[in-house]
């Protein structure tokens, strides 16, 4: 595809995109590689029971030079980042970075960033993988909090004191051990199936799922899942639902042995596939 065409798609997208909300939904983030990177993947850098903040945008686009002119991430990055841009006194309690989605690959220079880069080629199949499938928009760079249970939420502050309050809200309670502890992240309706996202939240293997879908409080549908789910991966379960329920649902999902069952139920109504209004369960 030439240039001229990719900005005529670009500009196309722009149009048509102009009132589409960006998803704004909580899911699990799958491992990426960071080339060049003080960490060599996403998993390295949160490895240490930091959280990352991600800024994600193309880095010569005018939201991102927006975004760092504001000096909000430099200010994250001096005053509470582990990387060589943290001052003398950072708390160093978080890690920062800028992921540059690179339109038209070219030798950036990012000396004077103030943060860590990680570039992206826009065809990079990192992107379309789980959790980074969202992340990206050419209509403006995006802020996300990535926790390390490998959870990714967007972050909706405008100033450095407001972004790290929300870092510190979201700080994980529970940590991970052996104990099974299956908790549930995301529903979403496509066709006439459910479609279920569980995350396996302890450091051993669950070997099976139950998901039961309720209707005011009766059964409506229910699943066994038999795949084995690795320490702190994730499952997408599918639900045939042949009605289809434009009404709110409950959807609970059961392991053997779960000893936090608080976290493992999803209340509301199933939204269209891609749709940006998701009811997360209390997964604190």
Do not use: C
Not at 24 to 39: E, H, M
Not at 90 to 105: K, M, N
Not at 122 to 147: C, Q, R
Request: negative net charge; without cysteine; proline residues 7%.
């Amino acid at each position: 595809m030439n240039k001229l065409h990719r900005i005529y798609l670009l500009l196309t997208t722009l149009l048509l995109s102009a009132l589409t909300p960006v998803s704004a939904q909580l899911r699990w983030i799958a491992d990426a590689p960071f080339q060049g990177a003080t960490y060599p993947s996403l998993y390295k850098t949160i490895a240490d029971d930091k959280p990352l903040i991600l800024a994600v945008g193309s880095f010569n686009s005018q939201s991102a030079q927006l975004l760092l002119s504001s000096g909000v991430l430099q200010d994250l990055a001096a005053n509470h980042g582990t990387g060589p841009d943290a001052a003398p006194y950072s708390q160093r309690d978080l890690h920062i970075a800028f992921v540059d989605v690179r339109v038209f690959p070219d030798k950036e220079d990012y000396s004077k960033a103030g943060l860590p880069v990680i570039p992206f080629n826009e065809e990079d199949p990192t992107l379309s993988s789980p959790g980074w499938n969202t992340l990206y928009s050419i209509l403006g760079t995006h802020l996300y909090l990535v926790t390390p249970d490998q959870l990714v939420r967007p972050l909706k502050g405008q100033t450095a004191a407001d972004i790290y309050a929300e870092v510190q809200a979201w700080s994980s309670k529970i940590q991970p051990d052996a104990h099974p502890d299956l908790r549930m992240l995301d529903a979403e309706m496509e066709d006439q199936t459910a479609q279920v996202r569980v995350q396996n939240f302890s450091t051993g293997s669950i070997q099976g799922v139950d998901l039961l879908v309720l209707k005011g409080g009766q059964q409506i549908a229910r699943v066994h899942y038999a795949k084995p789910i690795p320490a702190l991966e994730d499952a997408l379960i599918q639900v045939p639902l042949p009605q289809g329920y434009n009404t709110r649902l409950t959807i609970v999902a059961k392991a053997q042995g779960d000893l936090n069952p608080y976290n493992n139920t999803w209340s509301g109504l199933l939204r269209v596939q891609g749709a940006s209004n998701a009811t997360a369960a209390n997964i604190r």
